[in-house]
């Protein structure tokens, strides 16, 4: 397509008013809320933390110490790796993987109950049960799950009276809060790509494949599933990459020897007054998050332009 | 393998709504059946009850002789063709046709075999590895054919799957139809508000509205005889007149009407006695111009317009005190008509090509 036509024709279509406005506020959008930060993140991590004084100093030159101090630790340190950030590092993206599969587990007998099975009232009042809990927020919520699993809470109350344990079962320190929090704070944005992508199947093409004898599993397995993977895929990517980059829930509802990577991001930045640090570590979660994604799509066959669907 | 299907006393509600009241209706192993109504007759409601995807609220459905209640329809021995065709897009035409041997646990070369030999039978040999969305409309059409027979269903159910097709395509596809059904043997029920479709392809036909079956014969019969004002009224073109009866005995029937008395033939079906408000139906190929011959009925009319279409005039008439315009086919014999509009003319018809019948619901135009 002739760029300068195409642009021609977007300025006829629109006014010129208008037009400049609309090209304006995405330009202003991909610039100066997207692209300026991150470039001013990574140039930040190929820095040496200095102070202020001597900022623009001749000290002041491009440095890989940071990314080489999450892989191989401090000079000083014992042992070869900094196997404490590396392991940290590691479990969390292990973590934010399984968050993500119990969500999917979760979210897509809901979502094709909603798209299928349920009937007009019946499924507006489930998406409204399902959104109204989120208008509490994050902090409230989180410390309701703390209070929810603790030891002289309401699932150990249950679980002792059902006889199933007979001690508290310290669910913070073991993480299942955590997963559970995190789990939860992103059950919807499972559910809405997942419920999209359902919703457009022809419900015909299931009663045609129930009429030739295939059971449930193989009707979701062969017809629903494959339809709905892109869906699956931008629910998957975003509750993967939000779980891995959560730092409210880690902090309220993580156990007291378990860390999460963005908590020690957030150390640096913070306690540790080591910006540069800090912005190398969070681009190496945001890297390889995305390295993780792009592989996933790769094995499952999904392209990048089907999320966007 | 063919199989009978009854329907015995079948009523399907939806809370006060009545689809379908007492519906009986045998139709023959190996047959060609059709249900033939305007949309919301309750003809697909009666296909869903044969498919298993609904129970009726009340009576049977068989099918060879075994009583269908409590089977789903993933266990009777039908297979139903959707009027969107319902492919799966993400399969290939192979894959498609095959999903029901896939269900079965056959294995792949085998599965491939049938495919292909039903590739074979609907005519698109090896067209198996293509994407259904790489498919012509009528080729989409055989494939969703192939893929209900690839279950060696005994009874194959069609929902109008005709109807999304361009004229030329639906015409060709009547016949192609009726060959694969005669070519595979087992027995068809077809669901169509297309009068053409039911009498070219059907073996026989039930017409069906509001619910009510209104008579079940082949087209022949339900085009000469109708047995109901509504059946009189929705297949083919018909004139009426209405009035009420004058003098009726086993074989004629004189109805007095506001052109006068009309003598007909008595429908077998329905009885009429003096007095009865009733229908008189004329088709336009039976009304001739008297030219001074004897015929049982004669009325005066006016001529409103004269169209050609080739093999035919079609001539558009005003009765006195008739309340609809009346229309006359004549074949075309190579010499103009010449009535001017407003030309008044005696119009003639035998008693046997009228028929009276009770008053009673008419098809909507």
New interface residues.
């Given amino acids: 397509m002739n760029p300068s036509g195409y642009f021609r024709r977007f300025f006829v279509r629109n006014g010129t008013a208008l037009g400049t406005f609309l090209l304006l506020s995405v330009a202003f959008w991909m610039f100066v809320m997207i692209i300026l930060p991150q470039a001013f993140m990574i140039d930040f991590s190929f820095r040496h933390n200095l102070p202020p004084a001597e900022l623009g100093g001749a000290k002041d030159t491009y440095t890989t110490e940071h990314y080489e101090f999450m892989v191989y630790g401090s000079a000083e340190s014992e042992g070869e790796f900094n196997t404490v950030d590396l392991g940290v590092f590691v479990r969390t993206l292990i973590a934010a993987f399984f968050v993500t599969l119990f969500d999917l587990a979760i979210c897509y007998p809901i979502a094709y109950f909603l798209a299928h099975s349920a009937q007009g009232g019946w499924s507006r009042l489930m998406v409204l049960s399902l959104i109204v809990p989120f208008w509490v927020n994050e902090i409230l919520r989180a410390f309701a799950f703390r209070i929810m699993f603790g030891s002289a809470g309401v699932i150990n109350g249950f679980l002792m009276w059902l006889g199933v344990i007979d001690q508290p079962v310290d669910f913070i320190r073991e993480n299942v809060a955590l997963y559970a929090g995190l789990g939860y704070a992103f059950i919807l944005l499972m559910i809405f790509p997942l419920y999209n992508a359902i919703e457009s199947l022809d419900k015909n093409q299931i009663e045609a494949a129930r009429d030739m004898g295939a059971s449930w599993i193989r009707i979701h397995r062969r017809i629903v599933i494959p339809f709905a993977k892109p869906g699956i895929s931008s629910g998957c990517t975003m509750v993967f990459m939000l779980s891995a980059g959560a730092l409210a829930a880690p902090q309220i509802l993580g156990g007291p020897s378990s860390l999460w990577f963005t908590q020690i991001i957030y150390q640096w930045f913070q306690t540790g007054n080591n910006w540069n640090r800090g912005s190398a570590y969070a681009l190496i979660l945001l890297a390889s998050t995305i390295i993780f994604v792009l592989l996933m799509m790769k094995v499952f066959k999904v392209k990048l332009g089907e999320i966007a669907r | 393998m063919s199989a009978d299907v009854e329907l015995e006393n079948v009523w399907i509600r939806f809370g006060d709504f009545v689809a379908a009241r007492e519906v009986n209706i045998t139709i023959p192993g190996g047959s060609f059946f059709s249900f033939l109504g305007p949309s919301g007759c309750g003809k697909t409601t009666l296909l869903r009850a044969v498919?298993?995807?609904m129970e009726p609220s009340e009576g049977r459905v068989k099918i060879g002789g075994k009583d269908m209640a409590g089977i789903?329809?993933?266990?009777r021995p039908?297979?139903?063709i959707?009027?969107?065709l319902?492919?799966?897009?993400?399969?290939t035409v192979w894959e498609n046709i095959a999903?029901?041997l896939?269900?079965?646990g056959v294995g792949k070369a085998e599965r491939r075999k049938r495919a292909d030999e039903l590739l074979d039978l609907i005519a698109l040999p090896d067209q198996g590895e293509k994407m259904v969305h790489e498919l012509s409309g009528g080729q989409k059409q055989r494939v969703a054919i192939a893929?209900a027979l690839a279950?060696e269903p005994d009874v194959l159910l069609l929902d109008e799957p005709l109807s999304a097709l361009d004229l030329k395509l639906r015409q060709h596809m009547r016949t192609e139809l009726r060959a694969i059904q005669q070519r595979v043997g087992i027995t068809f029920i077809y669901i169509t508000h297309d009068q053409g479709e039911a009498l070219t392809m059907s073996d026989n036909v039930a017409v069906m509205s509001e619910g009510v079956i209104q008579q079940v014969t082949d087209g022949n019969t339900l085009y000469d005889h109708p047995e109901t004002s509504f059946v009189a009224s929705f297949v083919g073109e018909n004139n009426l007149f209405r009035g009420r009866v004058k003098e009726t005995n086993a074989q004629q029937t004189v109805v007095e009407t506001n052109v006068g008395p009309i003598r007909a033939r008595t429908s077998t079906k329905a009885a009429l006695n003096n007095g009865d408000p009733a229908f008189v139906f004329v088709r336009p190929e039976s009304l001739k111009f008297a030219n001074g011959a004897h015929a049982d009925n004669n009325i005066k009319a006016t001529v409103h317009t004269e169209e050609f279409e080739g093999h035919f005039w079609q001539v558009f008439l005003d009765v006195a005190g008739g309340d609809k315009r009346i229309k006359m086919s004549l074949v075309n014999e190579g010499t103009a008509l010449g009535h001017a509009p407003g030309a008044e003319v005696d119009l003639s018809f035998s008693a046997e090509l009228a028929v009276a019948l009770p008053e009673g619901q008419l098809a909507a135009e």
């Avoid at chain 2, 319902?86 to 399969?91: I, K, R, V």
């Fill in positions: 498919s298993g995807f789903g329809p993933n266990k039908t297979a139903l959707f009027q969107n319902a492919l799966f897009p993400l399969m999903f029901a896939e269900v079965k893929r279950a």
